[in-house]
């Protein structure tokens, strides 16, 4: 098991400091690695979604965190990081397999292109690598990263729960997004400014940054959905209305237009219906205070970064910020 101390020793014994973009690389070497098998099947499905185009925004701030609370020595973070894109991307899976989802980052998913019972052992398959990945670590980072797995879980049932619901309220929204998504991010910089050697204060600020930079990231995707090209996008838009799944400009629009309410309700929209619906919920404002909210996210965690000193690291936290703020796909 490598201890606390065994980490902050390499820290400090490591001179040179490679690039993100060179443990960017690490991390793209540890999942090639991770998602080799005795079985072919399980290699082809795992190579075919983490191959599909994802954004790594996950390993990307947990690295950038880790640098900016003073890590240098790669090898435990690179581990971390491919460990969190690993349950992001096997939870890709079994979504696609919950919604029946044909498309995933603009092509086929793997549910359509290999089946329901391949995509969801290879999702076990590449949950199981994570934790392989997560084996050698103390206790306590074990349990952060299986916390992020509940979450995620948890999350997922709940938001079946609100699917085609409107009932849904602003709150299970945020309650949603929270589990399913900000969770990963938020463990991951919890875990890398721990292993950055950060005093226990600085650690609970960065895991509040990431959380923060996770809600940033849901529901800005979540507004391309509705007010997004698929060429801009890079998918095809309206996945939410055509799944049923209670996005922030959904609930908000809900609440506001008895058309919204009943498309919403609908097991099942034409291209034109979903086209529709999107134009109504685009005229009735709800977009403007999803970005608000946005927004509010982001500068919560940029604040959380205030305590830590100045550094090109704290500041590409920030750009990373204003990057998913403003994204276009």
């Keep these: 098991m490598t201890t606390r101390a065994q980490i902050l020793a390499r820290a400090h014994s490591q001179a040179d400091e490679p690039t993100l973009g060179a443990a960017l690389a690490m991390v793209e070497s540890r999942l090639a690695a991770q998602i080799s098998s005795r079985e072919d099947l399980l290699s082809d499905v795992s190579n075919y979604l983490i191959d599909s185009g994802g954004k790594r925004v996950r390993p990307v701030v947990t690295l950038l965190v880790f640098r900016a609370c003073g890590g240098r020595e790669l090898r435990d973070i690179v581990d971390v990081a491919a460990a969190l894109e690993l349950i992001h991307s096997a939870s890709l899976l079994h979504d696609d397999i919950i919604d029946g989802s044909s498309v995933r980052r603009g092509k086929d998913s793997a549910f359509r292109k290999y089946g ?7 999702g076990d398959f590449i949950f199981s690598r994570a934790f392989q990945l997560c084996a050698r670590f103390e206790e306590k980072l074990i349990n952060w990263a299986a916390d992020a797995c509940i979450s995620l879980t948890e999350g997922e049932v709940m938001q079946g729960r609100f699917r085609h619901n409107p009932a849904v309220t602003f ?15 938020q463990q991951g910089a919890r875990t890398a400014a721990y292993l950055a050697g950060a005093a226990e204060p600085v650690v609970e600020s960065m895991a509040a940054c990431g959380f923060n930079v996770g809600m940033t990231f849901q529901v800005v995707d979540d507004l391309l959905d509705v007010e997004g090209t698929e060429e801009r996008v890079g998918k095809p838009v309206g996945i939410d209305l055509r799944d049923g799944n209670p996005s922030l400009p959904i609930v908000l629009a809900v609440g506001r237009d008895p058309e919204v309410a009943r498309a919403f309700q ?13 134009g109504r919920i685009r005229a009735s404002g709800v977009l403007a205070e999803a970005r608000a909210l946005a927004a ?3 500068e919560q965690a940029r604040r959380s970064l205030d305590v830590l000193p100045p550094s090109p690291d704290k500041d590409e936290v920030r750009a990373v910020i204003d990057q998913l703020l403003h994204r276009t796909e």
């Design 296 to 298: 509010e996210y982001g």
């Design 116 to 122: 329901l019972a391949n995509a969801l052992v290879a």
């Design 266 to 278: 609908s097991p099942q929209l034409s291209e034109s219906e979903i086209a529709y619906i999107r």
């Design 171 to 185: 709150q299970d929204y945020l309650e949603i997004i929270s589990r399913k998504t900000a969770s990963i991010f």
